[in-house]
């Protein structure tokens, strides 16, 4: 998908009209049909917004990765010192022996969670 059809899929996900998307970004209604039918693009700054309303990264709102964490789940605090992005961006380090054996005891610590439910 590109910019223009996640913005739209976003909008009525979220249950925004275009009017009110527009308002939010201080924009006119013009503005939101002409990024939804792709004839322009927004700037930065407005991107920025977009991405802050419907919680997503820009990578994800302008396409370029199918991949929707949202911006807040990579804050969240895993123990004193850490986030689940600073945990993400560990395990992007780490060589391919070491992530199968992470994958391996993240099945077994999801499959004993599951018992314990």
Same mark, same amino acid.
């Given at each position: 998908m590109?910019?223009?059809?996640? =913005?739209?899929?976003?909008?009525?996900?979220?249950?925004?009209?275009?009017?009110?998307?527009?308002?939010? =970004?201080?924009v006119t209604k013009n503005s939101i049909s002409h990024y939804e039918r792709n004839i322009s693009m927004p700037d930065l700054d407005i991107l920025c917004a977009i991405a802050d309303i419907f919680d997503v990264s820009l990578d994800y709102l302008v396409g370029r990765s199918d991949f929707n964490l949202p911006n807040h789940s990579l804050k969240k605090k895993i123990g004193k010192n850490s986030s689940v992005g600073k945990l993400l961006e560990s395990i992007i380090r780490l060589d391919n022996n070491h992530c199968a054996d992470l994958v391996k005891m993240l099945y077994y610590i999801e499959a004993d969670n599951n018992n314990t439910k």
């Open positions: 590109n910019f223009s059809e996640i =913005l739209k899929m976003l909008r009525e996900k979220h249950g925004y009209t275009q009017q009110r998307l527009a308002d939010a =970004l201080h």
